[in-house]
């Protein structure tokens, strides 16, 4: 079983869920954690449809050689196979935010992270291929009013 690297987590005000062992690249999976982080549930899923539909590109940071230009951002691409089992874990955190009792509608993006899982071997006899696994894991909390105002002040100060 995977744990959770997040500390901070407060049961009352949070949420969290974790995709372990995801069939998706570690490297794509990296851009769009930190292309995601700190955005609102709903309009982070927005982002991601749109990802696939290959009208927003995610900007590549750290992992972009040999990835072309993109319009305003540099370097960048379309993942879409990663989007979508990003988006199938974000509507899963949504749901334990909601069966906790959580508005649903204020719900921001605190953690996300993507780790290296297991390589397993594909099956069969001929080329030693290995496959692409990765663990993500969401912590995603409830903004509220003092939350605003804690931040309002810190920026100010």
């Not at 049961?11 to 969290?16: G, P």
């Given at each position: 079983m995977v744990g959770y690297t997040f500390r901070d987590?407060?049961?009352?005000?949070?949420?969290?869920a974790v995709g372990v062992a995801l069939p998706i690249s570690y490297k794509t999976s990296y851009e769009i954690c930190n292309f995601i982080r700190?955005?609102?549930?709903?309009?982070?899923?927005?982002?991601?449809?749109?990802?696939?539909?290959?009208?927003?590109a995610v900007p590549f940071k750290r992992f972009n050689a040999d990835l072309s230009h993109k319009t305003k951002i540099g370097p960048g691409?379309?993942?879409?196979?990663?989007?979508?089992?990003?988006?199938?874990?974000?509507?899963?955190?949504?749901?334990?935010?909601?069966?906790?009792?959580l508005n649903t509608s204020n719900l921001?993006?605190?953690?996300?992270?993507?780790?290296k899982a297991g390589k397993a071997?594909?099956?069969?006899?001929?080329?030693?291929?290995?496959m692409k696994r990765t663990h993500v894991e969401i912590c995603v909390e409830e903004k509220t009013k003092k939350s605003e105002e804690k931040q309002a002040k810190v920026k100010k100060g």
């Open positions: 987590y407060n049961k009352e005000h949070m949420a969290r700190h955005k609102n549930i709903a309009d982070a899923k927005k982002i991601l449809l749109r990802v696939t539909e290959q009208k927003v691409s379309y993942p879409e196979k990663a989007s979508l089992e990003l988006i199938k874990l974000l509507e899963s955190v949504e749901a334990n935010a909601q069966f906790k009792g921001i993006i605190v953690h996300m992270s993507a780790h071997w594909h099956y069969g006899r001929f080329s030693r291929r290995r």
